[in-house]
């Protein structure tokens, strides 16, 4: 069975300061993987997504997220950090090799970034 | 673009009555996903539609909970009667087809009292 883990319920980061938000995932075949932000009283926007390629992805508001498949994980990263950065993310991820084309959501993480 | 549109934004109901969400995908959009998320947790799958066809809805509670998407555009999910525990987030999605990342709505805040 597919699942994901954010190991981090909040992670604190000043301005301007790189940020990490950490995913590790499994998966009994090949990995589809997404990173989404929400924000207060919103729904989740996509950032990006990995499927195959480059094992660095880039997507928006300069997020990006390498995909590392010996430590099956998929960390969101940023270089410098922004106080409007502060959100909830969650990683997700599907199966490529199963049928059902099932996403399956962790728990997320509170990115709380600091003036 | 119009994103995917939900109403209600927030609903207030009594237990034991029924209560009904309406979605709107994008435009286009083939596959329509309706999701529960509650306080502090990731979105969890309830049923996902390719058109008009309930493709995986193994995790639907079907004794109380009923999804329809007719003519393969708007979808509504439906609860009869709500209990104290659905109350949540109810998250509607849609994506070009199953292969690609799925657009939320804004979705609908349930409480149930």
């Known amino acids: 069975a597919q699942s994901v883990a954010q190991p981090e319920d909040q992670v604190n980061v000043a301005e301007g300061n790189p940020l990490t938000v950490k995913c590790t995932y499994s998966v009994s075949g090949n990995p589809y993987l997404f990173w989404y932000v929400q924000y207060p009283n919103r729904g989740l926007q996509f950032l990006l997504k990995?499927?195959?390629?480059?094992?660095l992805v880039k997507g928006s508001y300069g997020f990006e997220a390498e995909f590392n498949k010996s430590q099956t994980s998929f960390h969101l990263k940023k270089p410098s950090a922004l106080v409007s950065d502060s959100a909830l993310y969650f990683c997700?991820?599907?199966?490529?090799?199963?049928?059902?084309?099932?996403?399956?959501f962790g728990a997320g993480t509170r990115l709380f970034v600091k003036a | 673009e119009a994103g995917v549109v939900q109403s209600p934004r927030y609903k207030i109901i009594e237990k034991k009555q029924p209560v009904a969400f309406w979605c709107n995908p994008i435009?286009?959009?083939?596959?329509l996903y309706w999701y529960l998320q509650n306080l502090g947790q990731g979105p969890e799958l309830l049923i996902r539609y390719e058109n008009e066809e309930a493709v995986d809805d193994s995790q639907l509670p079907k004794d109380r909970f009923s999804a329809e998407r007719l003519k393969g555009v708007d979808s509504t999910l439906k609860i009869q009667p709500a209990e104290l525990g659905d109350s949540a987030v109810y998250l509607c999605a849609s994506s070009l087809d199953q292969s690609t990342e799925a657009f939320f709505g804004q979705g609908t805040r349930l409480t149930v009292v």
């Open positions: 435009s286009g959009h083939n596959t």
């Open positions: 990995y499927i195959t390629g480059d094992n």
């Open positions: 997700a991820v599907r199966d490529l090799n199963t049928g059902g084309f099932k996403t399956i």
